[in-house]
């Protein structure tokens, strides 16, 4: 049955994927079955700091009637205010420690495919939202935590301590961890695991320590200009398009550093309208990531000069956003040795260490809890997958769905079991 329910959350979340701060159907599908099964439930308005909160951009009544037509749970999607996201507590009434978990719900900017040949597509349970996708396992991640609660609620009187169960939006461009780390519900949890589906490791593998986690700044940038007839008075233009494009030309070229690893890259360019008409907006995306905070910075540092230089040759002004932020991960060590031989036991070949090489925000919850004097670790439950992640025909084996549910239990057991 728990293979069944998996595969059932799994599949029904990535028919109907929704974006960063819009998993209002999937918030409302999450906090009913917490519910049901027992959890006191938290929503985001109250989870999240709102200060914190980075890259939102929406229309809450369109994404919310969406949402309903969609099949949202209408009492709890009515008790949502403007935050998506859900923690669900588990409190046996014994003393003992407070557990934690974390899974993304959000999904990625990405046109699912429709070949024959992509499973989703051939079974009837691709994406029916366009330009929105499943493509990075969330989906999975949101199943396992479901599912996980299941087996929670089952287990009864035979725990101690309490359980939060995060179930976190906008992890997708680095959105939504830092307000939830600063959301007050971390401060007393005494060990924190998050994991992730795939990311370099196969299908009966757990790399309990991934390395080289970047850090990272997600910015938007928007030039001011001034418009003017192109033909008439060119000269009375000033080119925020053209702004726009030196800029991004001159990011593109920023020198790496001798210290370590850094990236950049500008993900989309909009301005302009018309072709008679000197542009007079221009938006860029882009971020910068870094093996340390200070290697990060250095990129944005860079960037930043690069726009200002930018918009006083077209006699431009600009406005910078940063719209996410992640920060490096180290597991607990300790934490690391207790869960070897618990993957182990379920025939989970362990990884000591192995590059993750992008960019997590869980790394916001999971310094939270270590400043507190707590552990955390962040997981990789390795899958095979049809393609790499973020691709239109990405897909992952299902099979490793059930393991991962029961290293999490065993966890827990062998934390609160009484």
């Known amino acids: 049955m728990t293979q069944d329910a998996l ?34 439930v938290m929503l985001g308005d109250q989870l999240l700091a709102s200060n914190l909160i980075m890259g939102r951009e929406i229309d809450v009544a369109a994404e919310k009637k969406r949402a309903l037509r969609q099949g949202a749970h209408p009492d709890w999607l009515a008790r949502i205010d403007e935050l998506t996201g859900v923690m669900g507590l588990w409190d046996s009434g014994r ?3 407070t557990l934690a978990f974390r899974f993304d719900i959000d999904a990625v900017e990405v046109q699912e ?5 992509h499973l989703p597509s051939q079974e009837g349970w691709h994406s029916t939202n366009p330009g929105w996708m499943h493509a990075c396992a969330h989906d999975g991640h949101t199943a396992i935590g479901l599912v996980l609660a299941e087996r929670i609620a089952a287990l009864g009187d035979k725990l101690t301590g309490r359980i939060k169960l995060f179930f976190q939006p906008a992890e ?17 949890v005494d060990a924190l695991l998050a994991l992730h589906i795939g990311i370099h490791a196969n299908s009966g593998e757990l790399v309990v320590n991934p390395t080289e986690f970047l850090c990272s700044t997600k910015f938007d940038v928007e030039f001011m200009g ?15 398009l053209a702004a726009a494009c030196m800029a991004t030309t001159a990011m593109l070229g920023i020198p790496r550093h001798r210290d370590g690893m850094t990236r ?35 990129m944005f540092n860079q960037v930043q000069q690069i726009v200002e230089g930018a ?8 406005l910078i956003r940063k719209q996410g ?21 379920i025939a989970l070949e362990t990884i000591h260490s192995r590059r993750f090489g992008a960019s997590e925000d869980a790394g916001f919850l999971i310094e939270r809890v270590q400043q507190s004097g707590g552990q955390a670790a962040y997981l990789i439950l390795g899958a095979n997958l049809a393609a790499p992640h973020h691709h239109p025909e990405f897909d992952f084996d299902e099979s490793v769905l059930a393991p991962g549910v029961a290293l999490l239990e065993a966890w827990l057991l062998r934390r609160l079991g009484r």
Not at 311 to 318: D, E, R
Request: proline share 5%.
């Open 95 to 97: 003393l003992g420690p």
């Open 7 to 40: 595969r059932h959350w799994r599949r029904d979340l990535h028919r109907l994927p929704e974006a960063a701060w819009c998993e209002f159907r999937t918030s409302t599908l999450i906090a009913h079955h917490l519910n049901e099964l027992g959890f006191s």
């Open 113 to 117: 495919s429709e070949e024959a040949a």
């Open 311 to 318: 918009a006083l040759m077209q006699g431009a002004t600009y």
């Open 172 to 188: 997708e461009g680095c959105r939504g961890g830092k307000a939830l780390a600063a959301g007050g519900q971390l401060d007393d």
């Open 264 to 298: 950049i890259n500008v993900g989309q360019l909009h301005g302009g309208s018309g072709r008679n008409v000197i542009p007079g907006h221009a938006r860029l995306m882009g971020e910068t990531r870094g093996a340390t905070p200070a290697l990060n910075d250095y």
């Open 226 to 240: 001034q418009a003017a007839h192109a033909g008439l008075e060119p000269n009375a233009g000033h080119n925020a």
């Open 325 to 345: 932020e992640a920060i490096g991960i180290e597991n607990s060590p300790a934490l690391i040795e207790e869960l070897v031989p618990l993957a182990q036991g």
